[in-house]
């Protein structure tokens, strides 16, 4: 009776939304949200060369990333000298092959986070994939693939945004 009683709870539990539960995004891989200019620059092991883009956020630029297998270029947004959102992108070929690599990451990002809180979308065109992982106590992943079929290439984002980053 006890290990029916067990079951129900597991079957409820798997049942609540990613956004009912606790938690929040801290950061990506090693860089976590808070983190100053220097820190971030260290560990990415990159000059600390600011862009200002407008609004008190700074963007610095890494070296690469890596994430399920793939290689990313990596960039870092700032507001007050704090790490706000780490970014991801990275252009491969051929074109049709934008819907499976979507996909490949997808199952990653459940699989490390937890069901996004509503089912990808796919429209046309041109032919767009994208998903968002919302977290109840703060901060946000936005996966996005973009196939180009007149340069023959797929462009893929993953933005990860800290508590109250703002969306460019």
Not at 89 to 118: H, M, Q, T
Not at 120 to 149: C, M, Q
Request: net charge positive; aromatic share 12%.
């Amino acid at each position: 009776m006890v290990h029916g009683a067990l079951v129900v709870a597991a079957s409820a539990l798997s049942l609540i939304p990613v956004s009912d539960r606790p938690g929040a995004l801290k950061g990506f891989q090693k860089f976590d949200f808070g983190m100053s200019m220097e820190k971030v620059s260290s560990l990415a092991g990159v000059a600390p060369k600011q862009y200002p883009i407008g609004g008190g956020f700074v963007v610095i630029h890494g070296r690469s990333a890596q994430m399920s297998g793939s290689t990313f270029n990596i960039s870092f947004l700032f507001k007050s000298n704090q790490l706000v959102q780490v970014g991801l992108i990275r252009e491969f070929a051929p074109a049709w092959s934008c819907g499976s690599e979507f996909v490949n990451e997808y199952k990653d990002l459940v699989r490390i986070y937890g069901s996004s809180d509503k089912p990808y979308t796919v429209s046309n065109p041109p032919v767009t994939y994208k998903v968002d992982f919302d977290f109840w106590a703060g901060g946000k992943i936005e996966l996005n693939n973009l196939s180009l079929a007149p340069q023959k290439k797929c462009l893929e984002s993953i933005i990860f945004r800290g508590v109250g980053a703002s969306r460019f």
